[in-house]
C-alpha cells in the first residue's frame, strides 16, 4: 500500500520534475560534520568498533581531542540517541542556539551524538567483516542489538574519553526502549548512567493508535513471507525509496503539501509547527532499516508488551528455551528515568507510559508537553521544541547533575 502510494507519488513528481526543476539547496546534502561546522559549532568523530563488529560513528560537539575533566566539572557527558528510522542529523536541524546538541553545549555540558548500525555514519566499512550490500548477514539485527552493543560501546567510549563515571541519557522514540533494553541486558549500565530521559517513548504499546502502524500490523505478515521469498534481510528499503520523493517534495513550494502528509503520517498527525526546509534535510539522512527492527517493533505493538525478538517458536525454543520471547526486564532500570510526552503523539499513550512506569521503581518525571498540537517528529522538527522540550530536558540532567533528589513518581497517577 505505501509502496504504491509512494510510486503514484513518484510518477506525478517526475511529470512534475520534467517542467520545472525544483531548488535543493546543496546544505542539505551536507554531512554531519559540516553541517555543524556550518552551524558554527566545533565537531569531532570516532570510530566505535561494537563486540559484535558493526563500525560506528560517533559525534563529539568539542574541539578538544584530550577533554580536560577540569572544564566539565560536575556536568555529566550527554549522549543523544535518535529513534528507528532517525539519524544524528535529526538533532541539529534546527540550527545554532536552537538545537538540542547546542542547547546543551552553549551552557557548557560536553555533548556527544549516536549513531546506530544501519546509519550512514562516516566511515566507509559498516562492519569489520560484513558490506553491507552484498552480505545479508549484515542486516540480522533488532532493537535489541543496538541496546546491548552499540549503547553500551559508545557509553564506555566517552567514559574512558572523558575519564568520567557516568553519562546523561536523552532518546528519541524507540531510543527510550533501547535504554530499557540495555538496562534490563546489562544491569551493570546502571552505575555509567545519572538519569535516562525518553521522549515519545513508552516501554509498553498496547493503547498506540498510530494508523501507520495498524495498517503494518495487519500487513506484516504478508510482508515477512515476501521478504522470506526474496531472501531479503534488510526491509524492502523503503527508507531508500521514500528519500528522493520526500526529498523532492519538500524542495518545492506546489508540492509542499506532499512533504507535510508524509510527515503527518510518520508523525501521526499533522503540526504547526514543522517547516520543510528541515524536513528535506531529515529525508536525506534517512538510516537503511533491518527487516528484524520492524518485525520487533510491529511485534510489541501488536501484543502490547515489551519482549525480545520473536524467532517463531522453533528458534525461540533453542534461543530462550521456551516457546515465546522473554519480556524485558524494565524494573532493571534502577538510574532516574523520565518521560516525555507529546499530546498529538497518537504513538506513544498517557496510559501506556503509567502502566510501565508502575514496574519502574525510578521515574521521577512524567513531562506532558504544554502544547496541545505537539506530535512524535516535533521533538526533532517542531520549531519551539527548544522551549517546549529542550529547556525543560536540560533542567533535569542539570539538577540531577546538582544532586537534587527526586522522589520516584508512584501510582496512583494524577490525570492531566
Ligand atoms: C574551541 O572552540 C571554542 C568555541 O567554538 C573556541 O572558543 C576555542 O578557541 C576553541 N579552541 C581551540 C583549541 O580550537
Ligand atoms: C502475547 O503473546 C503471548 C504468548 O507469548 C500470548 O499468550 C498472548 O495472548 C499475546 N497477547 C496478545 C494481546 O496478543
Ligand atoms: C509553539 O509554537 C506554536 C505555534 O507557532 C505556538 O502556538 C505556541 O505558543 C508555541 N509555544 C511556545 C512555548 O513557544
Not at 504504491?4 to 513528481?13: D, G, Q
Not at 535543493?24 to 568523530?45: C, F, K, N, S
Not at 517493533?297 to 515489551?306: E, I, T
Request: contains cysteine.
Amino acid at each position: 500500500m505505501s509502496l504504491f502510494l509512494t510510486t503514484v507519488i513518484f510518477f506525478v513528481y517526475i511529470q512534475h520534475y520534467i517542467h520545472c526543476k525544483p531548488y535543493i539547496d546543496p546544505q542539505v546534502d551536507w554531512t554531519l560534520e559540516e553541517r555543524i561546522a556550518g552551524h558554527g559549532y566545533p565537531v569531532q568523530t570516532y570510530k566505535i568498533i561494537t563486540e559484535d563488529g558493526y563500525v560506528l560513528s560517533l559525534y563529539h560537539i568539542s574541539n578538544d581531542t584530550t577533554p580536560n575533566p577540569e572544564h566539565y566539572k560536575g556536568k555529566s557527558p550527554v549522549l543523544l540517541v535518535h529513534g528507528m528510522g532517525g539519524s544524528p542529523h535529526n538533532f541539529v536541524v534546527l540550527g545554532a542556539r536552537r538545537a538540542l546538541p547546542y542547547y546543551f553545549y552553549d551552557r557548557g555540558y560536553d555533548v556527544w551524538l549516536f549513531s546506530a548500525r544501519g546509519s550512514e555514519g562516516s566511515f566507509p566499512e559498516r562492519h569489520v567483516k560484513y558490506d553491507w550490500d552484498q552480505d545479508k548477514a549484515y542486516w540480522k539485527y533488532s532493537l535489541h542489538e543496538i541496546a546491548i552493543y552499540d549503547l553500551p560501546a559508545c557509553i564506555d567510549f566517552i567514559l574512558i574519553h572523558t575519564s568520567r563515571e557516568k553519562v546523561a541519557l536523552i532518546g528519541h522514540s524507540a531510543a527510550g526502549n533501547e535504554f530499557f533494553a540495555m538496562f534490563s541486558e546489562r544491569p551493570e549500565y546502571n552505575a555509567k548512567v545519572t538519569v535516562a530521559v525518553s521522549w515519545a517513548s513508552a516501554p509498553i504499546l498496547k493503547r498506540s493508535d498510530y494508523p501507520l502502524a495498524l495498517l503494518f500490523s495487519t500487513l506484516v505478515d504478508v510482508w515477512k513471507g515476501l521478504n522470506n521469498l526474496l531472501g531479503l534481510e534488510e526491509f524492502v528499503p523503503i527508507t531508500q525509496t521514500f528519500k528522493p520523493v520526500i526529498r523532492l517534495a519538500c524542495a518545492d513550494s506546489e508540492f509542499r503539501k506532499i512533504c507535510i502528509l508524509v510527515t503527518a503520517v510518520i508523525g501521526s498527525h499533522t503540526s504547526v509547527i514543522q517547516h520543510p526546509e528541515d524536513i528535506q534535510v531529515i529525508a536525506s539522512n534517512l538510516p537503511r532499516l533491518s527487516s528484524r527492527q520492524i518485525y520487533h517493533f510491529m511485534d510489541n505493538v501488536n501484543n502490547g508488551s515489551f519482549r525480545k525478538y520473536d524467532y517463531g517458536p522453533k528458534k525461540n525454543l533453542k534461543t530462550y528455551g521456551q516457546l515465546y520471547p522473554p519480556h524485558y526486564n524494565i524494573a532493571a532500570a534502577k538510574v532516574p528515568t523520565a518521560f516525555f510526552l507529546g499530546r498529538r503523539d497518537s504513538i506513544i499513550q498517557l496510559e501506556d507510559i503509567y502502566e510501565a512506569v508502575t514496574n519502574i521503581p525510578n521515574t521521577v518525571k512524567i513531562h506532558v508537553i504544554p502544547f496541545e498540537k505537539f506530535t512524535h517528529v516535533d521533538y526533532i522538527f517542531g520549531r519551539n521544541a527548544t522551549e517546549m522540550v529542550y529547556e525543560p530536558t536540560y533542567q533535569l540532567v542539570r539538577d540531577i547533575d546538582n544532586g537534587v533528589v527526586f522522589l520516584p513518581i508512584r501510582p496512583p497517577f494524577v490525570h492531566k
